[in-house]
């Protein structure tokens, strides 16, 4: 099976399509969905550090760990 | 008539609410500032003479709670029927805000939308079509900007609200009758939702910048969030605040204000020269030098509190909360532990309601038990007093309070990790990185001077109380006679805090005097200033540069008895025991368990005593060459609390891996 591709393998700057997002969690799936981090939608990495990155989702910058990046599948 | 506002976390409701009221209630630039529902009249010149109840509420992105302040909210608006409801929209980002809009738009309850922070989309150029969105949404719209309330449209947005009450609006959109418990259904529902909002965005905005682009404040950020830089960089903003408002501006402040405080106390005992001299020792040194000893360190924490509010309020403690999470969740905690922390170096009662962002009921709990081990302001005046009376008011007293403070949180944290088995949950961190923002100077001298306030009213009420019972207590005795002058151990403090002094022997210092101020410390902290100044009649103690003149702090050495290791090891005590009961209070009603407040109160009761008793044995031994008085007692006191520590980490854990393997069974049988 091909790797999927997560949020950590995303380059910055670059805009991404959510294709899955999958925490393991329905709450924290469902608050990311509030926010408009979907599958459909638009994502982009806007910097990244060694344990967390910012995102733009819609017009917000958000500050996720890696935990959460990983589950955001590209 | 009620009418609430609700909206997305950040929008500025509580900055028009305040605008609206006059009230003065605690706004920041990030999201969760509010975790509590204020209710409040409207102001005259904006309800028109009726009386109109502004309801504030904690900012939700949508009707389905995720923490719990967002459950206050959608609460609120479900169940307790406001006549109109505001919905304070984030013009900056009105394609997440509408979800939620549309969400309160089917409740049947009439809406007006404000189109808050409009002066930053008139910056960025981006604009939106008022009368179109107004037509989309089937409700009123007016721009507005919560922080300028003379030129904005909150005055009609309110008077709108106002008619409309009663009324019916059409809802743009109705959630199809689907089952709610049915996810995929729901999920189905809510992208509607969502594409419907989207329709509506494309339609009526118009943006000059993407937000998209990578700009000037998303590098800042970058180097904010990096790992070391930023850590750094939040190191020193924090020990600019503490330098600033303790070592250098609050206490030139204070040194003028003491001397003013000194003046009046002579004045009173020159009124009261001829009258007996029991009432001119009540009213000169208990009252007025014991409500003035407290009072003189009033500038140092109004100072800070100027400082922080600045902090709060330009954007920054987000991104504070985003480079510190991976350090905070080695320990077992989250990013979002900082705020509290933060907070807590003004007043533990808010810092403990702040935990209530944090979504992980353990991570909370963890938080709320430990961030009253920051010293908080009312402990100013304490740390202020020792190093003033037996460090020459150096400087490194006030750090190494703070630091040791943090070091705390950081040990307390891993021990609840320990004890409380972590290794099995996991703990995502997400937290929105808002635009940043000039600090607002008019707000900042709002909230020192409702700081101010605060703290004048507490030293002319409960510790002036607190000073006069002290006075009394120590200048009678069980038979309500005068206590006569050598005699002082006949009375009845002295009898009172004898036994507990006898417990504080191994710490260095168990003497009835400083067991009695540690105690009134609990009702509240400035307390041990006030009740040292009385029962010490040391009322000028407070002033450094007199001390330096008539050989400082042998004198006053001599006077409690205090050399400065014990000193220090007294300081630490009072710091880092339990805080004051009105924290206990918040404490208990924030963990909701009394198997955790008991746990936070014996931790931090633990604490104290250890820090106090390692720092008078080990600083004895290293200044006089020998362990101090009751090193073996001490040390069997410690060994007992260490004994219940593993004795409750071993019932919390075994009933833990009981529920986990409960757990994985079930998720095993049921991929069979």
């Known amino acids: 099976m091909e790797e999927k591709m997560t949020l950590l393998d995303a380059e910055i700057g670059k805009t991404y399509?959510?294709?899955?997002?999958?925490?393991?969690?329905?709450?924290?799936?469902?608050?990311?969905f509030r926010l408009g981090c979907y599958t459909g939608e638009p994502i982009t990495l806007i910097s990244k550090k060694k344990k967390s990155c910012i995102v733009a989702i819609k017009d917000g910058r958000y500050n996720l760990d890696n935990l959460l990046s990983e589950a955001i599948i590209i | 008539m009620r009418i609430a506002f609700a909206g997305n976390p950040n929008s500025g409701k509580t900055?028009?609410?305040?605008?609206?009221t006059g009230r003065s209630e605690k706004v920041g630039n990030w999201g969760g500032v509010t975790v509590g529902r204020k209710e409040y009249q409207l102001k005259k010149e904006y309800s028109g003479g009726q009386e109109i109840i502004a309801v504030d509420l904690p900012g939700a992105y949508s009707m389905s709670p995720f923490t719990p302040e967002e459950g206050i909210t959608s609460e609120y608006v479900r169940t307790a029927n406001p006549d109109a409801i505001v919905n304070i929209v984030d013009a900056t980002n009105l394609s997440r805000s509408l979800f939620f809009t549309t969400q309160l738009l089917e409740l049947g309850i009439p809406v007006v939308v404000a189109l808050n922070k409009s002066d930053v989309n008139a910056k960025e150029g981006t604009e939106i079509d008022v009368d179109k969105l107004s037509a989309k949404l089937n409700c009123p719209v007016f721009k507005?900007?919560?922080i300028d309330d003379k030129n904005s449209g909150l005055k009609e947005m309110i008077a709108k609200a106002i008619s409309l009450a009663g009324t019916i609006q059409k809802a743009p959109?109705?959630?199809?009758?689907?089952?709610?418990?049915?996810k995929d259904a729901v999920d189905a529902e809510d992208r509607k939702r969502?594409?419907?909002?989207?329709?509506?965005?494309?339609?009526?905005?118009?943006?000059?910048?993407?937000?998209?682009?990578?700009?000037?404040?998303?590098?800042?950020?970058?180097?904010l969030t990096n790992p070391i830089a930023g850590i750094l960089i939040f190191a020193a903003v924090m020990f600019g605040v503490f330098w600033i408002s303790q070592t250098w501006l609050g206490p030139l402040i204070a040194d003028w204000l003491v001397g003013w405080i000194e003046t009046f106390q002579g004045w009173v005992a020159g009124q009261l020269e001829n009258s007996p001299a029991i009432l001119s020792a009540l009213l000169a040194d208990g009252i007025v030098g014991g409500v003035g000893a407290v009072v003189?360190?009033?500038?140092?924490?109004?100072?800070?509190?100027?400082?922080?509010?600045?902090?709060?309020?330009?954007?920054?403690?987000?991104?504070?909360?985003?480079?510190?999470?991976?350090?905070?969740?080695?320990?077992?905690?989250?990013?979002?532990?900082?705020?509290?922390?933060?907070?807590?170096?003004?007043?533990?009662?808010?810092?403990?309601?702040?935990?209530r962002t944090i979504r992980d009921e353990r991570e909370r709990r963890a938080t709320t038990m430990l961030t009253t081990f920051i010293p908080c302001g009312a402990k100013i005046p304490v740390i202020g007093l020792f190093a003033g009376a037996f460090f020459n008011g150096a400087g490194w007293v006030s750090t190494l309070s703070y630091f040791l403070g943090l070091t705390l949180i950081f040990f307390g944290a891993l021990l609840i990790k320990v004890i409380t088995g972590y290794k099995y949950r996991k703990s995502f961190f997400i937290m929105e990185l808002p635009k940043w923002k000039a600090p607002s100077l008019k707000y900042a001298f709002k909230s020192m001077m409702e700081r101010a306030k605060a703290y004048i009213i507490k030293a002319a009420t409960i510790i002036l109380i607190c000073n006069t019972v002290v006075q009394v207590m120590q200048s009678f005795n069980w038979h309500f006679q005068a206590v006569e002058e050598g005699a002082e151990n006949t009375s009845i403090l002295a009898s009172i805090?004898?036994?507990?002094?006898?417990?504080?022997?191994?710490?260095?210092?168990?003497?009835?005097?400083?067991?009695?101020?540690?105690?009134?410390?609990?009702?509240?902290?400035?307390?041990?200033?006030?009740?040292?100044?009385?029962v010490y009649g040391l009322t000028s103690f407070i002033d450094v540069d007199e001390l330096e003149m008539t050989g400082g702090a042998s004198t006053v050495a001599a006077t409690m008895g205090l050399t400065s290791v014990t000193a220090l090891a007294y300081l630490f005590f009072n710091l880092y025991t339990p805080p004051c009961f009105a924290a206990i209070g918040a404490m208990n009603s924030e963990m909701q368990s009394k198997g955790w407040l008991w746990g936070a109160i014996g931790l931090q009761l633990g604490t104290g005593y250890t820090i106090a008793f390692l720092v008078n044995q080990i600083g004895t031994l290293m200044t006089e060459g020998h362990l101090a008085a009751g090193f073996l007692p001490g040390l069997i006191a410690v060994a007992c609390m260490v004994a219940i520590l593993i004795l409750v980490s071993r019932k919390v854990r075994a009933h833990f891996d009981e529920q986990y393997e409960l757990h994985k069974g079930k998720a095993s049988r049921a991929a069979a």
């Open chain 1, 17 to 32: 399509t959510v294709k899955e997002i999958n925490t393991d969690d329905d709450d924290m799936n469902s608050f990311l």
């Open chain 2, 15 to 20: 900055t028009m609410y305040n605008a609206l």
């Open chain 2, 144 to 146: 507005t900007v919560s």
């Open chain 2, 173 to 182: 959109y109705m959630q199809a009758d689907i089952n709610l418990h049915d």
């Open chain 2, 194 to 223: 969502y594409d419907f909002v989207n329709k509506i965005v494309a339609d009526v905005e118009k943006r000059k910048t993407l937000s998209t682009e990578v700009g000037k404040a998303d590098k800042l950020d970058a180097v």
């Open chain 2, 296 to 355: 003189g360190f009033l500038p140092l924490v109004m100072v800070m509190y100027f400082l922080i509010a600045l902090l709060e309020d330009c954007g920054y403690m987000a991104r504070v909360s985003a480079v510190m999470d991976p350090i905070f969740k080695r320990v077992g905690l989250s990013g979002k532990s900082v705020i509290p922390v933060v907070i807590g170096t003004g007043c533990g009662i808010p810092a403990i309601m702040a935990c």
């Open chain 2, 497 to 534: 805090a004898s036994p507990f002094a006898i417990l504080l022997i191994p710490l260095g210092f168990g003497v009835w005097q400083l067991a009695a101020a540690a105690i009134t410390g609990f009702i509240a902290k400035e307390n041990v200033v006030g009740t040292l100044a009385v």
